[in-house]
């Protein structure tokens, strides 16, 4: 006879306690999916309000920094102090930088200061008003050539330094492309296409914004004390800074003029970001630690920076006079005010305390690479402003 007949007793206890686990996970289990967090899809109004606060951040800081710039100017002319024209660009910046490192921003502004990207991107698209066709061409076959030196010598540097320090290979090469090509872009790019660790991503791109805090600072007081033309400081600029936002705030502290050729010559560096991110993804998918790359043209075609396209576009435009003076007043200003925008959240966006957590050694290294590069960009642009009259 069964176990059960012979022990009736027992066999109803066990059932009952069965029946009563089986009560408590049919419970656990009900009240488990009660708490599942509901995911709730956002509407397109709903995204545009929560970028309001952040975007007002930031068009405050701008306004603040284009106020104080005015003030001042007025007050020392009106008192004959000599005192140097400080522009809005680095107040905007230092209040950026004053309200990051020294209050905590809420959290609700983030949303809408992240958008300093896209404000950069629509100013550089909207400078095209300010080029023709022919301003673009004078930067001259010598200053492209500059930009492919300055390129290949990066790469080749920041590796090598990478490799003298035992960093890692991955966070070597993103140390390697941010410093070349375009800062945190090439990074986020190249973390993608090398199945990088998000700690080797975070470690390069704290790095590299540190540094190009830096530069704004080092930048034009060595261009000033060098006694520097507003094009070859312009060139310098846009070969040695990494991230397009501070290579055009650097360019545009030295003169309206040097800014915009530090945005050209910048743009140049950008437009290679697709063949060097594609570069690294054949080389890791071969070693077998990345994923391969099936369509190399549609690649390409991914990385590239469309904002570059856009430039041209609206350059050509202005070139063919579609547009009249006017409204090429018009698109100037807005640019001028994108990128007003842009150094405000270049500012807000720059915490070093945030940046020191991030390990030592990256630092160095992209310190002493930035530092090569640099002094090797500026050799190139007085030699070759020496030779050809750039």
Same mark, same amino acid.
């Given at each position: 006879?069964?176990?059960?007949?012979?022990?009736? #007793?027992?066999?109803?206890?066990?059932?009952?306690?069965?029946?009563?686990? !089986?009560?408590?996970?049919?419970?656990?289990?009900?009240?488990?999916?009660?708490? %599942?967090?509901?995911?709730?899809?956002?509407?397109?109004?709903?995204?545009?309000?929560?970028?309001?606060?952040?975007?007002? %951040?930031?068009?405050?800081?701008?306004? #603040? &920094?284009?106020?104080?710039?005015?003030?001042?100017?007025?007050?020392?002319?009106?008192?004959?102090?000599? $005192?140097?024209?400080?522009?809005?660009?680095?107040?905007?910046?230092?209040?950026?930088?004053?309200? =990051?490192?020294?209050?905590?921003?809420?959290?609700? $502004?983030?949303? *809408?200061?992240?958008?300093?990207?896209? $404000?950069?991107?629509?100013?550089?698209?909207?400078?095209?008003?300010?080029?023709?066709?022919?301003?673009?061409?004078?930067?001259?076959?010598?200053?492209?050539?500059?930009?492919?030196?300055?390129?290949?010598?990066?790469?080749?540097?920041?590796?090598?330094?990478?490799?003298?320090?035992?960093?890692?290979?991955?966070?070597?090469?993103?140390?390697?492309?941010?410093?070349?090509?375009?800062?945190?872009?090439?990074?986020?790019?190249?973390?993608?296409?090398?199945?990088?660790?998000?700690?080797?991503?975070?470690?390069?791109? #704290?790095?590299?914004? /540190?540094?190009?805090?830096?530069?704004?600072?080092?930048?034009?007081?060595?261009?000033?004390?060098?006694?520097?033309?507003?094009?070859?400081?312009?060139?310098?600029?846009?070969? /040695?800074?990494? +991230?397009?936002? @501070?290579?055009?705030?650097? &360019? #545009? %502290?030295?003169?309206?003029?040097?800014?915009?050729?530090?945005?050209?010559?910048?743009?140049?560096? +950008? /437009?290679?970001?697709?063949?060097?991110?594609?570069?690294?993804?054949?080389?890791?998918?071969?070693?077998?630690? !990345? @994923?391969?790359?099936?369509?190399?043209?549609?690649?390409?075609?991914?990385?590239?920076?469309?904002?570059?396209?856009?430039?041209?576009?609206? =350059?050509?435009?202005?070139?063919?006079?579609? $547009?009249?003076?006017?409204?090429? *007043?018009?698109?100037?200003?807005?640019?001028?005010? !994108?990128?007003?925008?842009?150094? /405000? &959240?270049?500012?807000?966006?720059? +915490?070093?305390?945030?940046?020191?957590?991030?390990?030592?050694?990256?630092?160095?290294?992209?310190?002493?690479?930035?530092?090569?590069? !640099?002094?090797?960009?500026?050799?190139?642009?007085?030699?070759?402003?020496?030779?050809?009259?750039?």
């Amino acid at each position: 006879m069964g176990r059960c007949h012979s022990l009736p #007793a027992r066999c109803a206890g066990s059932h009952r306690r069965t029946e009563a686990r !089986a009560l408590v996970t049919k419970e656990n289990f009900m009240s488990a999916s009660v708490a %599942l967090p509901r995911v709730t899809t956002l509407t397109p109004l709903t995204r545009v309000l929560r970028l309001v606060p952040g975007v007002a %951040l930031l068009a405050a800081i701008g306004w #603040a &920094g284009k106020v104080i710039e005015q003030s001042t100017n007025r007050y020392v002319k009106a008192h004959h102090i000599v $005192f140097p024209n400080i522009e809005y660009v680095l107040w905007a910046i230092v209040i950026g930088l004053v309200i =990051s490192n020294l209050l905590s921003v809420p959290k609700v $502004f983030q949303p *809408g200061i992240a958008t300093y990207e896209f $404000f950069l991107k629509a100013g550089i698209v909207l400078l095209g008003a300010r080029f023709l066709v022919g301003d673009i061409v004078k930067l001259g076959g010598i200053s492209l050539a500059l930009v492919v030196v300055e390129i290949a010598g990066s790469l080749a540097l920041m590796t090598f330094l990478g490799r003298l320090f035992k960093l890692k290979p991955k966070l070597t090469n993103l140390l390697a492309v941010g410093s070349a090509v375009c800062g945190v872009s090439a990074i986020i790019a190249t973390k993608g296409a090398i199945d990088a660790d998000d700690e080797d991503s975070s470690f390069a791109i #704290a790095a590299i914004l /540190a540094l190009g805090a830096i530069s704004l600072i080092a930048f034009p007081l060595i261009g000033h004390s060098l006694h520097l033309s507003d094009h070859a400081y312009g060139l310098w600029a846009g070969l /040695a800074v990494d +991230n397009t936002a @501070e290579a055009s705030a650097a &360019g #545009a %502290l030295f003169s309206d003029t040097a800014g915009k050729l530090a945005i050209l010559a910048k743009t140049c560096r +950008n /437009a290679m970001i697709g063949f060097v991110v594609l570069a690294y993804a054949i080389y890791w998918a071969r070693k077998g630690q !990345a @994923e391969g790359v099936a369509n190399k043209g549609r690649f390409l075609w991914e990385k590239f920076p469309k904002f570059v396209l856009g430039f041209l576009v609206i =350059s050509a435009l202005v070139s063919f006079q579609v $547009f009249n003076k006017e409204q090429v *007043g018009a698109l100037a200003n807005l640019s001028r005010w !994108a990128f007003l925008l842009t150094f /405000a &959240g270049v500012g807000l966006q720059t +915490n070093f305390r945030r940046m020191s957590k991030q390990g030592l050694r990256p630092f160095v290294v992209g310190t002493l690479g930035e530092i090569l590069i !640099a002094v090797l960009t500026l050799g190139l642009v007085v030699g070759a402003n020496a030779i050809w009259k750039l």
